[in-house]
């Protein structure tokens, strides 16, 4: 089955651009059992929408969000768990997802946000790349607390939603980020 989006696509280290790509989804779940999925984002291989990036760390839309503005952290470096980093490299990751999280909330108008990070399957990690999701929460979101259900990303407003949080992002820090 092809399928066809735009995603924010690396160009040089200063410039992203907005590309269309087409790929058939059976290529994908072929690549992602026989590589890190995290690691061939990094390297651009697979296309994703990209909030920020810079030389260690990248932020990006999750593809399957619990919630609008369902965002994840991830470093450029692979790594399995957070016991394979450095305590720099853990401080410097939960440093971005603060900033992160701050941008997000205030482009989606989220009443709170949640941060999930597990390590290992038993923790229920589906990817074995530390990866932290930042996942806005709305005042009656779910029932009794627990986690709405997650649904498949429009890549239209994924890409819509990651330009609303760019624009925070360039307004409200002193992250340098490149030009779209």
């Known amino acids: 089955m092809l399928s066809g989006f735009s995603a924010y696509h690396h160009v040089s280290p200063t410039c992203l651009c907005l590309k269309t790509y087409k790929m058939q989804s059976t290529d994908l779940t072929v690549r992602m059992t026989r590589s890190c999925l995290f ?16 030389e260690n760390f990248m932020a990006l839309m999750d593809k399957y969000p619990i919630n609008h503005g369902h965002s994840l952290v991830i470093p450029r470096s692979h790594h399995e768990s957070l016991l394979s980093m450095t305590s720099s490299e853990v401080g410097k990751l939960y440093s971005l997802v603060s900033t992160v999280s701050k941008a997000v909330i205030s482009a ?3 009443d709170g946000f949640s941060i999930g990070q597990n390590n290992g399957r038993a923790a229920n990690q589906i990817i074995p790349h530390v990866h932290v999701h930042i996942i806005p ?9 627990k986690w709405p259900s997650r649904t498949i990303g429009n890549m239209q407003q994924l890409t819509i939603t990651s ?15 490149p030009e779209a």
């Open 137 to 145: 929460r709305y005042a009656g979101d779910s029932r009794e607390g």
């Open 39 to 54: 690691c061939s984002v990094v390297k651009y291989k697979i296309p994703a929408v990209i909030i920020y990036e810079d």
């Open 163 to 177: 330009q609303k949080i760019r624009s925070v992002l360039l307004a409200c820090t002193d992250i340098s980020l």
């Open 108 to 110: 989606v108008h989220a």
